[in-house]
């Protein structure tokens, strides 16, 4: 190898080096964190192996915040995909009045700050009895994660060519037999990369749990993770295993997924 | 475009239609657009947090004129601007593409590495931003974090700093909280649009005589434009609106030297208890997304609306 080929090489493995500490280390840190008691968090050179951060945080209650979590995202992960799903084909494949301005209200959704939404449902969910409920969550984050959802599943769509849900029609599929026979095999990829990311939305929310539920059983996860900061006194074991926790079940859903995932955010954006 | 199936009629297609947006546009109905009308109305009256069922009177626009007049409110829209959105967005796409670079070149090929790196960036892309801010905000912290203590041994600096809780501090810490939890995304986007550039470009350029960065500029760059004007816009939405990154890591502190946006709208309404004012900044906040969101359409708009 010529010395200049090996200088260039000496300087990539640097800034990979250098990355790969700067991607991981935080991660290193959470898992090792939560084996730890808090007095050798705080210690140099000590290690003391244990499982009482995780005990302690599922005494206070991460067992329900866990489940309240699985149930209202899987719930509105579902609903969300299938009513972006039906959306979105429609939007791609048909042309009707009032379709350019409903597109652009739909996609419109992922602009608006959620923030915004706060006070109106707050006081929508008092009125209406939907405060600490299952039901109202699971629409609340159906809403907020339909706008993102049909706009991925348009970008899928415009990859599945019209040729083939038209030649079901010719066939004399139904155009619900045409979507969920013919097209829907062809994008379950987009769908499926769709559903992930509508589900981590769900599970990473934190503000529209904050004021909408209340009541300690029916806190998610992220609400559960942040009462372990005090005012004075933060119990770090206890947020390392909380947040071990939380990312294990992001992680599983990335690992498979992670090509599906990272092509679908701008699918639409390189022209054949 | 018509369809070359006539069997059923243009009713019945109609029908379809309608039946398959349905679902979709009544639940945003209700927990979009229902919301910002009441939020609007809200806007222009003296609506309290104690006095709910009192329901608030008509003040006009008082509460935009007093939102407006501070300057604690410009200084709050500068630090949105500005330190959340156009800092964390412009660093993580140079830090993104150089990453990306890197992730293509030959080099880290050679070097075995490009597996593993890809799998590393899976990481902080997996972790949910309330953990990414949990776990910074030990590493940040001044009696045991991580990095105080390599600061410290590399004599950068001679005690421990507190970085979320010092004005000088403060802001870069946020933005490389962001930059952690989202980098992933950018590079792996980027990388996807590299690897879409032909490769007889690029060799056809370096035939004809041109070094590395005049194939990247003239080559390469044009290429991938349009991943990189779709990604800004999506981090600037992404940013623009976040709450929970500030909030969670300074509580719009120390003092409210951090305040942004989305957190001064929650201050109002929850901590004031005054849900006018409140209104009155998440209308503004609204408008600015939405006429950024419609410059966006009119610009690239051909992947949202063709």
Known sequence: MRPRARIGDGAVLLAAVATLVFLLYPAVVIFSGSLQTNETLFARNRFDLTWGNY????????????????????????????????????FS??????????????????????????????????????????????????????????????????????????AALVDGCTPLGALWHVVLPVMLPGVVATATYAFLL????????????????????????????GEDTTDWGAVM????????????????????????LTAGSVKQ | MTLPARRRTPRADRIFVALMLAPSLLILAAFYLYPILSNVWFSLTDLSLLKLRRGGSYIGLANYAEALGGA?????VWNTAFWLTAVSVVVRLLLGMALALLLH???????????????????????????????????????????NRALLWLGVIDQPVAFLASTATVWPAIV???????????TLTLLAALQSVPQELGEAAALDGAGGVRIFRHVTLPHIMPTIAILSMLMVFWTFNNFAYVWLATGAGPGRYTDVLATEVYLRGFVDFNLGSSAAIGVIMAITMGTFGLIYVRVLGRRVTS
Request: charged share 10%.
């Open chain 1, 55 to 90: 005990r302690r945080i599922f005494d206070a209650g991460f067992g329900t915040y866990l489940s309240n979590s699985l149930v209202i995202c899987l719930a509105a992960t579902i609903v969300a995909t299938v009513v972006s799903v039906m959306a979105a084909y429609v």
């Open chain 1, 93 to 166: 494949r048909r042309r009707f009045r009032l379709r350019r301005l409903l597109l652009t209200g739909v996609v419109a959704g992922q602009w608006f700050p959620w923030v915004v939404l706060v006070t109106p449902l707050f006081i929508l969910f008092a009125r209406s009895g939907l405060t600490n409920s299952y039901t109202g969550m699971i629409l609340c984050y159906t809403a907020i994660s339909i706008p993102f959802s049909v706009y991925l599943l348009l970008g899928y769509l415009e990859t599945v060519p019209r040729e083939l849900d038209e």
């Open chain 1, 202 to 229: 769900c599970w990473t929310d934190y503000l529209l749990a904050l004021a909408l539920l209340t009541r300690p059983d029916m806190k998610t996860l992220p609400l559960g993770l942040y009462q372990f900061f």
């Open chain 1, 241 to 264: 295993a909380g947040s071990a926790v939380a990312t294990l079940p992001a992680l599983l859903l990335f690992l498979p997924l992670q090509r599906w995932l990272v092509s679908g």
């Open chain 2, 72 to 76: 604690d409110f410009w200084r709050v």
């Open chain 2, 105 to 147: 070149s030959q080099a880290l090929l050679r070097l075995r590495l490009r597996t593993l790196m890809r799998l590393a960036l899976l990481v902080p892309w997996a972790t949910p931003p309330i953990v990414a801010v949990a776990v910074w905000r030990w590493l940040l912290n001044p009696q045991a974090g991580g990095v």
């Open chain 2, 176 to 186: 490389l909280i962001l930059l952690w939890n989202t980098l992933p995304v950018v």
